[in-house]
């Protein structure tokens, strides 16, 4: 049974570049939502996908924007990067569209000098 | 939106003290889900409570939500190195978590 599995593991941009995230959610989920987590602090929600579109957003701004595929894996895209970007990037599934548990992945660090 | 505090930040206990971490909200929650989070790791599902005054025990670690539904606590009985981590609630409403409680377990 494939749990949350997300690309690449580690990632280094330099300001104002693009970056693109990926995540294949775990083995029957169909609901994907984005989290950045910065060192030492709580994860922060960026937005949820749910058959393909975006359901939820948190306070982020629109440099950050999402897809979702038929097959539910999803793709964090985040323009025009700051340092203040660094951080580590969860993906988490669950089912239904719904807030039941959430299954994360092990993160992508992204560190932008 | 609805923020969740946790207190304390950090907690130190000897191994095989009691551990308790609280999460308080201004207003009255739908749900509440308790993570765990190892160093370097990613967070883990432990509990989703959603009743008035719920009680939720897994082995040495017991939950309960708040009869107002706006606070809910996380009691882990004797400590053990492995459950240090960060712990975090989250109002499952809003996807909002809480800056979590760091703990640590000296043996």
């Known amino acids: 049974d494939a749990g949350v599995t997300q690309s690449p593991t580690h990632l280094i941009k330099t300001r104002g570049q693009q970056v693109t995230l990926r995540c294949s959610p775990k083995s029957g989920h169909d609901t994907v939502s984005w989290y950045q987590q910065a060192l030492g602090q709580g994860p922060q929600f960026i937005f949820q996908?749910?058959?393909?579109?975006?359901?939820q957003r948190g306070n982020f701004p629109d440099r950050f924007s999402g897809h979702q595929f038929p097959n539910y894996s999803s793709e964090l895209n985040v323009n025009a990067l700051l340092l203040g970007d660094s951080a580590l990037y969860l993906c988490?599934?669950?089912?239904?569209?719904?807030?039941?548990?959430?299954?994360f992945g092990n993160g992508t660090r992204l560190t932008v000098t | 939106g609805q923020q969740v505090m946790q207190i304390p930040q950090y907690q130190h206990v000897q191994e095989g003290e009691d551990f308790t971490t609280y999460c308080n909200s201004s207003t009255t929650l739908s749900n509440i889900q308790w993570y765990k989070q190892r160093p370097g790791g990613h967070p883990v599902f432990l509990i989703q409570l959603v009743k008035s005054g719920e009680v939720k025990k897994q082995k040495r670690l017991t939950f309960q939500f708040g009869e107002a539904k706006k606070n809910s606590s996380l009691h882990i009985t004797a400590t053990q190195t492995t459950d240090v981590g960060t712990y975090f609630c989250?109002?499952?409403?809003?996807?909002?978590f809480g800056p979590g409680t760091r703990l640590s377990v000296l043996p």
């Open positions: 996908y749910y058959e393909e579109e975006e359901r």
């Open positions: 989250e109002n499952g409403q809003n996807f909002v």
């Open positions: 988490a599934s669950s089912l239904g569209g719904t807030r039941g548990s959430l299954h």
